[in-house]
């Protein structure tokens, strides 16, 4: 049972463009969502993270959009720049903390020059 | 602080060899955690630890086994391997007990079971 779905798997925008990766939970007592971002060969590294009792979170080009009653949350990044080429996470936790993740799949962002 | 580290980088073991996956952090976390990253799978939880001394089982718990004899270290062990968990493992940890607390990932270890 997937928790978290994700998409969508990969996704190519062009240098300037809005990227926007979707992510979806089933699981109601979830109360931390963060996104992590992957580069090739290396660890995830967390990019931003929203709580349940917000609609938005933003920070510099990168935006959470989160809709509880749809149990729904999205990422939005503006003006892509190809340094932003990277795997992006969605993930959810419970208990307000980032212990026992559970993670999206995964979306592969191509940002073209 | 070098954060999260975590060797080796790569692994290739035969089917039915042991081996265990170091991990250790200098930031003085309490919780540490291990998950497998597969093609198209996201990441999955191993087993993770609350404390030293302490540890639970996660998502994908099998053919793994973990241990907590310090606060900064947190090795993986692979009792018998077999294909299936040819995978890049991350560790990674937190300061627990802080709401909203950001979890800090190693760089990875490749591993490859023939």
């Known amino acids: 049972q997937q928790q978290v779905k994700q998409s969508p798997q990969s996704l190519i925008v062009q240098k300037g463009g809005i990227s926007i990766i979707n992510c979806a939970y089933e699981n109601t007592a979830f109360d931390y969502f963060p996104w992590y971002q992957q580069f090739p060969g290396k660890g995830p590294a967390l990019l931003i993270a929203?709580?349940?009792?917000?609609s938005e979170k933003k920070e510099g080009r990168f935006t959470i959009s989160f809709n509880k009653s749809a149990k729904q949350f999205s990422l939005h990044i503006m003006d892509s720049q190809p340094g932003d080429s990277a795997t992006y996470f969605c993930?959810?936790?419970?208990?307000?903390?980032?212990?026992?993740?559970?993670f999206g799949k995964g979306t592969k962002l191509t940002v073209n020059p | 602080n070098a954060g999260v580290t975590q060797t080796p980088k790569f692994q290739v073991l035969k089917t039915g060899q042991s081996m265990t996956l170091q991990c250790a952090q200098d930031?003085?976390?309490?919780?540490m955690s291990w998950y497998r990253q597969d093609p198209g799978m996201g990441l999955r939880l191993i087993h993770y630890s609350v404390g030293a001394g302490i540890t639970d089982q996660g998502e994908v718990p099998n053919g793994y086994n973990v241990s907590r004899s310090t606060t900064e270290d947190f090795p993986l062990r692979l009792l018998s391997a077999a294909p299936s968990q040819t995978s890049v493992y991350f560790c990674a940890s937190s300061n627990a007990g802080i709401s909203y607390n950001e979890q800090f990932f190693g760089p990875g270890t490749r591993l490859t079971v023939l």
């Open positions: 929203i709580r349940p009792d917000v």
């Open positions: 930031m003085n976390h309490e919780y």
């Open positions: 993930a959810a936790s419970i208990k307000g903390g980032s212990e026992k993740l559970v």
